[in-house]
């Protein structure tokens, strides 16, 4: 069975996309530590970061980062957390969230219920500073 986010990458539930290449998409965490909170997730569906080859891992690190240069610009956090956990859904995901202290990055605080439309300002927010740092695999606004 295809992981939830594969179902996401294959247009099967909805998201908040701001990156899409060949390798990886990034989109919004449904369940944000903070606004701006984006996954970012290989095309491929594998299972543990262990598992992923150099390549690969290596793009996903160069879209976080490109990820957390947007957010620093968009949000004006203190630092950009980078989590790798991988025990929620079965496939690689890098958490790139805007922090101001590593409080922030508590996954017993996930807002369950986000503001759609701070979702939305969020999206958009990093999608055009992407788009200012030059990155043309910003998503397109759904």
Sequence with gaps: MASIFSRI?????PANFVWQDDMCVAFLSNRPLR???????????????L???????????????????AQMAAFEPA???LVLVGLEVP?????????NGVHDLDFDNQDPNPDPDMMV????AIRT????LGHAE?????
């Design 129 to 132: 500073e992407l788009r200012l």
């Design 138 to 142: 910003s998503a397109r606004s759904a």
């Design 79 to 81: 630092r950009i957390g």
């Design 51 to 69: 598992d992923v080859e150099a390549d690969l891992l290596g793009r996903l690190m160069s879209t976080a980062q490109a990820i957390g240069r």
């Design 121 to 124: 300002r969020s999206a958009e």
């Design 91 to 99: 496939h690689v995901h890098f958490h790139v969230v805007p922090i």
């Design 9 to 13: 990458i294959a247009g099967e539930l």
């Design 35 to 49: 606004p701006g909170h984006t996954l970012v997730v290989p095309r491929a569906e594998i299972g543990h970061w």
